[in-house]
């Protein structure tokens, strides 16, 4: 089962990639992973730098994918860009935090929205 919700959620960042590079985004890493934290896509946009967490859903029997990212799940985001940022010359003077959500509907995968600065670093 856990193995099914990593391929499901792997492509739904693909899809997800896909849906940002169309926008004009240059996808600068995906699954980033560091002690403490983990950031589904890093991308590019102008002189922003996006971290990305992408939540997949079938249905909101269990919440929202965008109530999924929880003020732990923010935190970790939060700790692995500042990370991220420490450790790698981006040349970029702002960054943002967004969500991106995806419906999942009989195999389908359709990005829904992708919510730019879905929350800060306090």
């Known amino acids: 089962m856990q193995t099914d919700?990593?391929?499901?959620?792997?492509?739904?960042?693909r899809h997800a990639a896909d849906e940002l590079r169309v926008r004009g985004y240059?996808?600068?890493e995906r699954n980033y992973t560091c002690r403490g934290g983990e950031i589904d896509i890093i991308a590019r946009k102008g002189d922003t730098m996006?971290?990305?967490?992408v939540k997949a859903r079938s249905t909101d029997e269990f919440g929202t994918a965008?109530?999924?990212?929880?003020e732990r799940k923010r935190r970790r985001i939060i700790k692995a860009a500042e990370k991220y940022l420490a450790t790698h010359d981006t040349g970029c003077e702002n960054f943002r935090?967004?969500?991106?959500v995806?419906?999942?509907c009989d195999g389908r995968y359709d990005?829904?929205?992708?919510?730019?600065?879905a929350f800060y670093e306090s």
């Open 111 to 117: 990005i829904r929205e992708i919510i730019e600065d």
């Open 66 to 70: 965008e109530e999924a990212v929880d």
């Open 97 to 100: 935090f967004d969500v991106i």
């Open 5 to 13: 919700r990593v391929a499901v959620g792997r492509e739904a960042e």
């Open 50 to 53: 996006v971290f990305a967490e």
């Open 26 to 28: 240059e996808i600068v």
């Open 102 to 104: 995806a419906d999942i």
